[in-house]
């Protein structure tokens, strides 16, 4: 009996299980061919009704939650660079630093580039649609990490939002560091990561011999 | 005619859930993105589909049996019957 550990993992053990109960009754009813009596009856509603809407709620929330993790994002190929360098443990780029956070767990990737704002979790997930269109129309068969596709770029400038949901510009520490420049970091002048730049070292664009972006 | 009808509706439901639940089962299993996109749209929209064509079905069948609508019929009201004579109270 596997351990569960957390609420993702029982989300997928009821779904898991209703989806077997499902399969279970449909072959029954397949195999068998009973009368559509009360009973037969009864049970379809289990089995095309109940257990499926189960499914469906349980899977869509454990889904969602697997979407948040570190290893969803690398499963495409051409994010091998970036998840083999936030995994590395000698490694001092900034998606490694904040990867070895516990406060970030699994899902580092998710907490600095997902949207801060009241739908950010949508526009999020839209955009992970677009990457998926995006890996499967430019990036099939371009090699183990993607390098011959084009390189991958952000599709917005990176918001010091992102970095100010963990880190105050108002905390004394942060102030003694970057007090010149506080007012344009606030106000997105000046942004985190045109001084904190060693972010993804082993991206697709920084590596040599990659396909280099058609500028139009 | 229409039970008939009703178990090949309830045949095609039956197999568009069973194919539902192996995506979203697969899914869970092995989570990987473009089949997590596939199962959660179009596997959820088959079990849909099956679910109301299951109840299509049912309603079919109940129809065909004549158990689906029974129509509430206003009881005909009896008519007093006729005072027969001699029937009075008896006399004094």
């Known amino acids: 009996m596997p351990e569960i550990h957390s609420t993702e993992q029982l989300l997928q053990l009821i779904a898991l299980s209703c989806a077997v109960l499902s399969l279970l009754i449909g072959a029954w009813y397949l195999v068998r061919r009973p009368h559509l009596?009360?009973?037969?009856?009864?049970?379809?509603?289990?089995?095309?009704?109940?257990?499926?809407?189960?499914?469906?709620?349980?899977?869509n929330i454990a889904s969602f939650e697997y979407t948040l993790t570190r290893p969803f994002c690398g499963s495409c190929h051409v994010m091998g660079p970036y998840l083999r360098d936030a995994e590395d443990p000698k490694s001092n780029s900034l998606a490694a630093l904040h990867s070895r956070n516990h406060k970030f767990g699994e899902t580092s990737c998710y907490t600095c580039h997902a949207d801060y704002q009241m739908f950010g979790a949508i526009t999020t997930?839209?955009?992970?649609?677009?990457?998926?269109?995006?890996?499967?129309?430019?990036?099939?068969?371009?090699?183990?990490?993607?390098?011959?596709?084009?390189?991958?770029?952000?599709?917005?400038?990176?918001?010091?939002?992102?970095?100010?949901?963990?880190?105050?510009?108002?905390?004394?520490?942060y102030l003694e560091r970057h007090g010149d420049n506080v007012e344009e970091i606030r106000t997105e002048a000046v942004r985190c990561i045109d001084c904190h730049d060693v972010v993804h070292p082993l991206a697709l664009s920084r590596r040599p011999g990659a396909k280099k972006e058609v500028v139009k | 005619m229409k039970h008939q009808t009703a178990k090949r509706m309830v045949f095609y439901a039956v197999i568009g859930t069973m194919v539902a639940m192996i995506f979203m089962g697969a899914t869970i299993?092995?989570?990987?993105?473009?089949?997590?996109?596939?199962?959660?749209?179009?596997?959820?929209?088959?079990?849909?589909?099956?679910?109301?064509?299951?109840?299509?079905?049912?309603?079919?069948?109940?129809?065909?049996?004549?158990?689906?609508?029974?129509?509430?019929?206003?009881?005909?009201?009896?008519?007093?019957?006729?005072?027969?004579?001699?029937?009075?109270?008896?006399?004094?």
């Open chain 1, 37 to 59: 009596n009360q009973v037969t009856k009864s049970m379809l509603l289990l089995g095309l009704g109940v257990f499926p809407l189960i499914v469906s709620l349980t899977g």
């Open chain 1, 125 to 173: 997930k839209q955009n992970g649609m677009k990457h998926l269109f995006m890996y499967l129309t430019q990036y099939a068969g371009t090699g183990p990490d993607g390098e011959g596709g084009p390189p991958i770029h952000i599709y917005k400038p990176f918001k010091n939002a992102a970095c100010m949901q963990c880190h105050s510009t108002t905390a004394k520490s």
């Open chain 2, 29 to 92: 299993i092995y989570p990987h993105p473009l089949l997590l996109v596939v199962a959660m749209s179009i596997g959820q929209g088959i079990a849909m589909m099956s679910l109301a064509l299951y109840l299509l079905a049912v309603a079919l069948d109940l129809q065909s049996q004549g158990g689906a609508y029974i129509p509430y019929e206003e009881p005909v009201a009896e008519e007093p019957a006729p005072p027969v004579e001699g029937d009075g109270p008896p006399a004094a």
